[in-house]
């Protein structure tokens, strides 16, 4: 039934837009398959570049993202000045458009002329997606540390251990747990905005995309970007929903 | 102090805002004593041994453990906690470690006792409580009184000069209370100082070497078990007494 279902409501969708009058045209711009091969192995190198600043932004973001949210969750009267620095830095990156902070960075940074700031926008645009996903990853880790019951924080001092150890060796490690599904959508999320360096003229999938199609008025490379980015967040998205649903089994398990 | 109290307490206050929740407390705790803080729920038990264990601040009065003053705001709260183990209604262990390791965590981190040690004293405690098969599992996997047994092997496995127990068994089932209370009973025997507060009046009555009765924040009334549960001075007591003792 399920997949009749699926059959039926597909196959109508297919037809609605194979019927439609602008068909013929929409096929041939972006769905050719000779441009598709033609552009093809551009496309795929530029496609590593998505990977790579994905990859290397990853590990930073978690950094940033455990760090400042540890910070924002101390109480000493010391630490205030870091405090802020955390609260202003959270606000301003959750609050500004993802595609403004890579232009801000891609063109504003090299502007500075400052020594040692890398002017290969490649690198900038990748700082760029580390500080604002930073800001949304420490949001996370945040709700995780405080979804910790303070019992737990009670029993380590009781203990004797300082604050930081009971951070360091029972709060976070049950945060980090709690976290890692929403954070895994964090990062398909990220894989998806890697794009957002087309914007600063770094040579990565959609900007090979774009301009493969301004010198052969053909679009089918934007279709071609499109499925390799589902190739790469499927897995990743199905990977996510089953530790999703295995934690919540463990958890509704009661004893378990 | 030159006397030989372990634990001493004077005219202790607690407020919470404009609550008064401990007044006058004047406790002596003699090593090796068993002192079983009794009284109805909200009487202050639980937040008098939190104040010892430097968990909440005191408003007014002093403690005195081993000779120092302890509310003394320069003191170093966590040199005082090494000293002293807790144990939690609720367990309190940590979910994310075995139980062997929550019972190394504090010796390694806090007391700087290497691993291979720390684990072998852990083991040797297990053994000793009955849970010598239970080192590798997670604490879930373990019923309520294995769970509390844990936590009481926890408390104990850095040799605390003093131990507090906070109604340890009223969130067992009376079966596994038992079970509880056999390992009190044991550590008793072994001399270990304790401060408990209880709702196991027989508990209280055999093994306490002094009893304390709690009625809104203040000791109304201690002496031995003999001396409260035989002829209680005082009318409150007598009336806190007849509720909870089996006629």
Same mark, same amino acid.
């Given at each position: 039934?399920?997949?009749?279902?699926?059959?039926?409501?597909?196959?109508?969708?297919?037809?609605?837009?194979?019927?439609?009058?602008?068909?013929?045209?929409?096929?041939?711009?972006?769905?050719?398959?000779?441009?598709?091969?033609?552009?093809? @192995?551009?496309?795929?190198?530029?496609?590593?570049?998505?990977?790579?600043?994905?990859?290397?932004?990853?590990?930073?973001?978690?950094?940033?993202?455990?760090?400042?949210?540890?910070?924002?969750?101390?109480?000493?009267?010391?630490?205030?000045?870091?405090?802020?620095?955390?609260?202003?830095?959270? $606000?301003?990156?959750?609050?500004?458009?993802?595609?403004?902070?890579?232009?801000?960075?891609?063109?504003?940074? @090299?502007?500075?002329?400052?020594?040692?700031?890398?002017?290969?926008?490649?690198?900038?645009?990748?700082?760029?997606?580390?500080?604002?996903?930073?800001?949304?990853?420490?949001?996370?880790?945040?709700?995780?540390?405080?979804?910790?019951?303070?019992?737990?924080?009670?029993?380590?001092?009781?203990?004797?251990?300082?604050?930081?150890?009971?951070?360091?060796?029972?709060?976070?490690?049950?945060?980090?747990?709690?976290?890692? @599904?929403?954070?895994?959508?964090?990062?398909?999320?990220?894989?998806?905005?890697?794009?957002?360096?087309?914007?600063?003229?770094?040579?990565?999938?959609?900007?090979?995309?774009? $301009?493969?199609?301004?010198?052969?008025?053909?679009?089918?490379?934007?279709?071609?970007?499109?499925?390799?980015?589902?190739?790469?967040?499927? @897995?990743?998205?199905?990977?996510?929903?089953?530790?999703?649903?295995?934690?919540?089994?463990?958890?509704?398990?009661?004893?378990? | 102090?030159?006397?030989?109290?372990?634990?001493?307490?004077?005219?202790?206050?607690?407020?919470?805002?404009?609550?008064?929740?401990?007044? !006058?407390?004047?406790?002596? *705790? #003699?090593?090796?004593?068993?002192?079983?803080?009794?009284?109805?729920?909200?009487?202050?038990?639980?937040?008098?041994?939190?104040?010892?264990?430097?968990?909440?601040?005191?408003?007014?009065?002093?403690?005195?453990?081993?000779?120092?003053?302890?509310?003394?705001?320069?003191?170093?709260?966590?040199?005082?906690?090494?000293? %002293?183990?807790?144990?939690?209604?609720?367990?309190?262990?940590?979910?994310?470690?075995?139980?062997?390791?929550?019972?190394?965590?504090?010796?390694?981190?806090?007391?700087?006792?290497?691993?291979?040690?720390?684990?072998?004293?852990?083991?040797?405690?297990?053994?000793?409580?009955?849970?010598? !098969?239970?080192?590798?599992?997670?604490?879930?996997?373990?019923?309520?009184?294995?769970? #509390?047994?844990?936590? %009481?092997?926890?408390?104990?496995?850095?040799?605390?000069?003093?131990?507090?127990?906070?109604?340890?068994?009223?969130?067992?089932?009376?079966?596994?209370?038992?079970?509880?209370?056999?390992?009190?009973?044991?550590?008793?025997?072994?001399?270990?100082? %304790?401060?408990?507060?209880?709702?196991? %009046?027989?508990?209280?009555?055999? *093994?306490?070497?002094?009893?304390?009765?709690?009625?809104?924040?203040?000791?109304?009334? #201690?002496?031995?078990?003999?001396?409260?549960?035989?002829?209680?001075?005082?009318?409150?007591?007598?009336?806190?007494?007849?509720?909870?003792?089996?006629?």
């Amino acid at each position: 039934m399920a997949t009749l279902a699926t059959v039926v409501v597909l196959g109508v969708l297919a037809v609605v837009v194979v019927t439609s009058p602008g068909w013929p045209r929409v096929k041939a711009t972006f769905f050719d398959w000779s441009h598709a091969r033609a552009a093809f @192995p551009a496309v795929w190198k530029g496609f590593g570049k998505n990977v790579a600043s994905f990859l290397i932004a990853e590990p930073l973001i978690l950094l940033i993202g455990v760090l400042v949210a540890v910070v924002r969750s101390t109480t000493s009267a010391a630490l205030f000045p870091l405090r802020l620095i955390a609260v202003v830095y959270t $606000d301003l990156f959750r609050g500004v458009p993802t595609l403004l902070v890579v232009l801000l960075c891609g063109l504003g940074l @090299p502007a500075l002329e400052l020594q040692g700031v890398p002017t290969d926008t490649f690198w900038l645009g990748t700082f760029a997606l580390v500080l604002s996903y930073g800001a949304y990853v420490a949001e996370v880790f945040r709700a995780g540390i405080d979804s910790i019951h303070p019992s737990q924080v009670a029993s380590a001092t009781a203990l004797g251990l300082s604050n930081g150890q009971a951070m360091r060796h029972v709060v976070l490690p049950q945060a980090t747990r709690r976290v890692v @599904p929403p954070l895994l959508n964090d990062f398909i999320s990220l894989q998806k905005d890697t794009a957002l360096l087309s914007s600063i003229f770094v040579f990565e999938a959609v900007f090979t995309a774009q $301009d493969y199609g301004l010198y052969n008025f053909n679009y089918t490379p934007f279709v071609v970007v499109a499925v390799l980015f589902v190739a790469l967040t499927v @897995p990743l998205a199905r990977f996510t929903d089953w530790l999703g649903r295995r934690m919540m089994r463990r958890e509704r398990a009661g004893a378990r | 102090m030159s006397d030989t109290a372990l634990l001493r307490t004077e005219n202790v206050r607690k407020t919470y805002g404009d609550k008064v929740v401990l007044r !006058d407390i004047d406790l002596v *705790v #003699q090593p090796h004593d068993v002192v079983c803080l009794i009284g109805s729920s909200g009487s202050g038990k639980s937040t008098l041994l939190r104040c010892l264990d430097l968990l909440e601040d005191i408003d007014d009065g002093s403690i005195w453990f081993e000779g120092q003053e302890i509310s003394d705001p320069r003191v170093d709260a966590r040199a005082v906690r090494r000293r %002293m183990g807790v144990v939690f209604q609720a367990y309190n262990l940590f979910p994310h470690l075995s139980v062997l390791e929550n019972l190394t965590l504090a010796p390694r981190k806090v007391h700087g006792v290497d691993s291979t040690a720390a684990e072998a004293r852990a083991r040797e405690l297990l053994e000793s409580f009955g849970l010598a !098969d239970k080192a590798d599992e997670h604490p879930d996997r373990l019923s309520g009184g294995q769970q #509390q047994r844990v936590a %009481m092997a926890r408390a104990i496995a850095t040799d605390p000069a003093l131990l507090l127990l906070d109604e340890v068994t009223a969130a067992l089932d009376p079966e596994l209370t038992g079970e509880v209370l056999e390992i009190m009973r044991h550590l008793a025997g072994e001399g270990t100082t %304790m401060v408990l507060a209880t709702h196991e %009046m027989s508990f209280a009555r055999d *093994v306490a070497t002094k009893v304390c009765f709690l009625h809104d924040g203040a000791i109304l009334e #201690q002496g031995t078990p003999a001396e409260i549960f035989e002829s209680p001075r005082e009318e409150r007591t007598r009336q806190f007494l007849r509720r909870v003792l089996p006629t």
